[in-house]
Structure formats: C-alpha cells, structure tokens
C-alpha cells in the first residue's frame, strides 16, 4: 500500500478536517461528529435532501452538498454506512420544515441505517421519504442492483426540484424520474485498497479488465483480456440499451466516470466511441459529463451512464449548481 | 448451579462475556466473510460487543428493557456494518420486549429472543428461511419455548444456544435472499450463513456468563 495518509484509522477523519479547512465558507459539521456534513446555505421552507455512504468515492457523497443540490451527508468509514444516529443528527440539522429526503445508494448497510433514522425523525415530527440510486445494470434484477454514478442524475433532478421549491412528494417523484432513466455500466482495469485493510481485496492480471464490476470490488460477469476503448464502449452501450431500449431520434445525457486511476484523457477516448455510437444509432446527446463523479479511491476503470432526457429532465439538469465539488452555471 | 437471574447492574458483564466470545471467534467469522463478503464480520462483532459493556455503564437506568434499547441504538453507532446494525436493532428489539422489567428470568429471555427476532425481522426485512442471522435467532427461540416450564435460566440459554445452531446448520441448505451472500449463491450453498454463526457466538457468550 502506497498511499498519502497518517494513519489508517485516521484516514476518513484526516480528509474530512482537510475539506472543512479548505471550505469553512460552505459546509460545516453538527452534533460535534466530522461525519455529520452539513451544508451552511439554509433555505427556509425548501424540502432537505440528505444522502449519505461510505468514503472511498469522491466527489461522491459529500461533493454534491451544496447549492442547487443536496443539504446534508452521512459520512461512513471506508465502504461502511455511516450510522442512523448521524443521519438523524444531520436531518434535523438540515430540515427546514418541510420534510428530508433521503437519497443514496441501494446497499444493504445504508438501507438499515437510513430506515432507521427515518423512524427517529418520525418520533421528533421530520417527515422524511427515501429512494436509493440502483443504476448499475450487469449487477442483477432491477430491484436488487447497486447505485453507482448515476445517482449523480438523481441528486440534480432532485436537488433542481427542491430548490424550485416543490413538495417533498415531488422532489420524490423528480429523484424517481431520474431514476427511472438511467443506467450505467462500468468496469475496472486495477483494484483499490481499503486503508485498514492495506492489501487490494481482488487482483487483476496487467492485461485484464473486469466488466461489471462495482465500485467496492463486487464481481463483474467476466474478467478477460483488457480490450479497445472502442469495443469496451460497445459492449457498455449494448448492455445500457438492452435494459433501456430507445427509439431512434431520442435524446439522453452521458456520463462518462473515471474510477479514481484512469487518466481524464482516456475518458475522452471513450466518449469519442460513446458519443460516434450513440451517433450510428440516431440518439442524440443534450449534454455530456466527462471526469470523476463517482470513485473507488485509486481503482482505474470507468463507468458509462445514459440518462434519457425529456423536458422535465432537461430542465433540471441545466439548473445551476454550486459545491466545493461540483459547479454547473 | 449457575445464575437464576441477570440484573441491569450485570449486563456490564453479560456482554463482556459475548464480546470475549466473538473475540474467540474473530478469525473464523472473518475468514468466512472474506469467502463471500468484505471479510470484517469478526472484527465489526469484536468491536460492537467490546464497546457494549462501557456504553451501558454509561446510561443512567434502573429499566431493563430500556437500557437494552438504548445500548442497542448506541452500539449501532459503533458497528453500523449490516451485521452491527442487525445486532443492535435485535438488542433494541429484545429491549423493548422487556421494558417495565428489572430483571431478567427464562420467561422474560424467552420476550428477549421474541423482541430480538422482531428487532431482525423488522430491520432486516428478512424472514425466516431467507438464510440469515435470523434463523439462528428464531429457532433457539422455538426450541426455548419448550424448555420454559422448567423456569431455569441456565438450561434455557443452553436451549438457545442448541437451537441456534440447528438453526444455523438448517441455513446451509438455504438460498440466500440477502446481501453480497445472495450475489455468489452458488458459493452460499453448502456453507452455513455467516450472521446466523455470529448470532450462535452472541447466546453462547451469554451461556457463559450465567454459567458461573
């Protein structure tokens, strides 16, 4: 393990101090706990959104608590849910009085605990309502799948809708929108490793990629030969529209995820297949995403995410945003 | 010979004893979880149960069902894995089944367990069946509801402990429904499931301790 830390166990701490140091003018933390992130704009009256995961994943969660966003963020250990007292401390924190929404990944440990800080916001009179990020399509059923960068579509329709200042039940409904449009699939070329831990969780030869895999290392449905950036876009898109069939003359938004390692200029190379694809196939593209939105520490690989776009969607995907970040004007 | 009954002021100890038991067993556990999970279920055990004993210290109470709530909630801070959450919500569960109590006899281990399982079935989602933690839970609670009238603390937690390793060995034959277990089934069958070896490891502790 080569990595720029103190120590271990003070690895998600260590980065929490350093990002409150660098942006005490936006986000703070409350109930004394580093963990409860908190943004410092409150709007009165604007319906809360709180997500929430373990570290390991920036910008993803925290980074996209801010302005036009999200308003608070449960900060877990490396890969572990942060626990349902600093959800609850977070969301009467963030409330302003007309309810939470909780929106994260569809991960077992992050379910209890959201759930059960739902119930403890019950008790105090929060309303709160939940929808989980399951974008990632070679991991299973739809209803089983994991959330990965796609959520990203769900923290903009979302984030865009509460600060027009629509209901929670339509904030709801604009995170579900999003939802419902979107698929990612992703894969990985090297493995990260967990700061406690301190060996890789799973290893990959020099000339082989994993398709499918998750952003903890879950398996994919095939490890082989690393292939082209071009065929390795094929197959991404293949398995996207197969789950998602769209007609020819729609139009959806790409985003193209580095996993932490791979370089932004190979994340180009991919777009420039995804986006001469798309092309072949009539789809068209209102806007694309290209960088990190969703890692795993230092794991190289990629994640591709179509979101299909209509009006609504285009609407709150062009509304301007502002976090340390993530800035869209 | 044994204990006939476990006060609030001995809970302290009671979860020492679980956690020295998880600690005995903190390799086992990871090595099964590194087969089919992220491979720190011994180790979040180890800790959630070490951390017990202080947090009860701590919390000013005479109610035993209350101070079993409590800690239960404080102990998912600490452990707020899938398996830490799921324990603590059990002891919430158990809690809340015996609150109004100040001690604790077979019957009211027997509402212990029954509040358990409801604290899994609830957090969880999971029922019985679905290859978990539960089903260890559920039938050392079938097979305690059988021993009840001979009202003895001691050879009631024995028949917990029994029944949940029939309930553990049971789950090798199940599908799992739940977790990164439910993603490598095939490699699930035939192996009992880790959180239900776990909740063994937690009435074992706990056998031990009204042992003395």
Redesign the interface.
Known sequence: MKKIINRPETYVDDMLSGIYAAHADQVRYVNDDLRCYCTKNKKEGKVAIVTGGGTGHLPLFLGYVGDGLLDGCGVGGVFQSPSAEQIYEISKAVDNGSGVLYLYGNYTGDIMNFDMASELCEMEGIKTRSIVGADDVLSGEPEIRRGVAGIFFMYKAAGACADKMGSLEEVLAAAQKAKDATRTVGFALTPCIIPEVGAANFQLKENEMAMGMGIHGEPGIWTGELKKAQDIAAECLDAILKDMPMAEGEEVAVLINGLGATSIEELYILNSSVSKILKEKGIGVYRTFVGEYATSMEMAGASISLCKMDSQLKEYLDYPVNTPFYCQK | MGRKVITVQDLPQLFEKVAENMADHAAQLCEMDAKLG???LGLTMKKGFSALPDIIRTIEEEDLGKVLMKSG??M??VV???MG??MG?GIMGGGKALVGKTEMRAAEFADFLTGFCSGLEN??KCRRGDCTVLDAFATALDWVKESLSENDLVLTMQKAVDGAKAGTEATKSMKPK???A???ANAATGVPDQGAVAGTYMLEGMLHFVEQ
Request: hydrophobic content about 25%; charged content about 25%; overall charge positive.
């Open positions: 992220d491979g720190d909630m404080k998912n801070s707020p894995s899938t959450t799921l919500s957090r969880g739940f977790g990164k439910a993603v490598h």
